[in-house]
Structure formats: C-alpha cells, structure tokens
C-alpha cells in the first residue's frame, strides 16, 4: 500500500501539473504538440474525412459521439493555439503569431461545424487546419 503522504504528494503534483497547464507554460511546445495536438488533430481529421458529404451518403450516418468527439478535439486545439499566443511562447511577433491565429480560427470554426453537425463545413475547417500545421512547421519546425 502506497503511503498516505505519497498519495498526497501526487494528488499535489497532479493540481501542480493541470494548473501550468491552464496557463499554458507546462509543456514545451514539442511535447504539447505530441501529446495534445497531435491524437487531437488526428481524431479531428479522421471525423473530417467521415462527415465529408464528397465521401457519400455513409457521412449523413456518422453517430452523434463522433461529432462529440471532433468538438471535444477542436475546442482542445483551439486552447492549444490561444496558448501559442502568449508571451514567452510565440517565438516572434510576426508569422508564428500568424500561423497560431488560423490555428485558433480554424479550429474554432471545426468547432462550430461540429456542433452544427455540418459535414462540409467541418471537413472543410480540418483541411485548413491542417494547412496551418504545415504552414508552421515548414518554417519553425526543426529539420531531422
Ligand atoms: C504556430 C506554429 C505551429 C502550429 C500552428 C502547429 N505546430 Fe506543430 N510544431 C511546431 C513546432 C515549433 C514544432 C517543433 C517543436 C520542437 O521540436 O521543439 C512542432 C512539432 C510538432 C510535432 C512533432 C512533435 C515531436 O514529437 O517532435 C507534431 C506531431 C505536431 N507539431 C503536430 C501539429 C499539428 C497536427 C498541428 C496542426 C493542428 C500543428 N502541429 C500546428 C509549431 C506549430
């Protein structure tokens, strides 16, 4: 059995851990982007292709905690660019700021379409957020 003060240090770790991330300052940018952006614009882009109406009429069936999902993950990436904003995180006042912007209003109109349950306009919001992804990376990404 695990202490009773060791469980209260993880219970204070773990407030620590949600709080920083409130403000935005918990993670790098490269292990938010693994592990927040990344199974988030996944899950995005996949429920993008489903609700797709050029995909046929399978996009009119997509069940309704599928859409949940698209805009649980679209108000998450949306925090995520508002968080790429911030002083101390922008890594300059000009094209990054620019490129999180769309983030966050691609995002928010993924948003919006999924709650909507608009399947061309939310596989049309996933296109350009995925624009914006590749947008930045070309220029700040580091190469490998
Ligand atoms: C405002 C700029 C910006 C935007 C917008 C952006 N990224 Fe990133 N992303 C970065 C930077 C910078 C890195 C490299 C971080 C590093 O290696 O230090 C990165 C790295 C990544 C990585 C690699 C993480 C790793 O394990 O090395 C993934 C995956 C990723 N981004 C996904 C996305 C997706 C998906 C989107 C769009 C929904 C997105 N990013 C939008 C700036 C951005």
Redesign the pocket.
Known sequence: MPSRKFLLALAFAALAAVGAQAAGTAL????E??TV??P???T??AVGGEVDPANGPDAAKVPPARWEEAGAAAAR?EAI?AG?QQPGR??DAGP??T??K??AV??GAAGKAAQARNGAGLSQAAND??D??????A????KT
């Not at 220029?139 to 580091?142: F, G, I, L, S, V």
């Open positions: 790098s940018v490269k292990d982007m693994k952006v990344d988030a614009s996944t995005l882009f990436l660019a790429l922008a890594k990054w700021m490129y999180a769309q983030m691609t995002a957020l995925s914006t992804c590749s947008g930045c990376h220029k700040y990404r580091p």
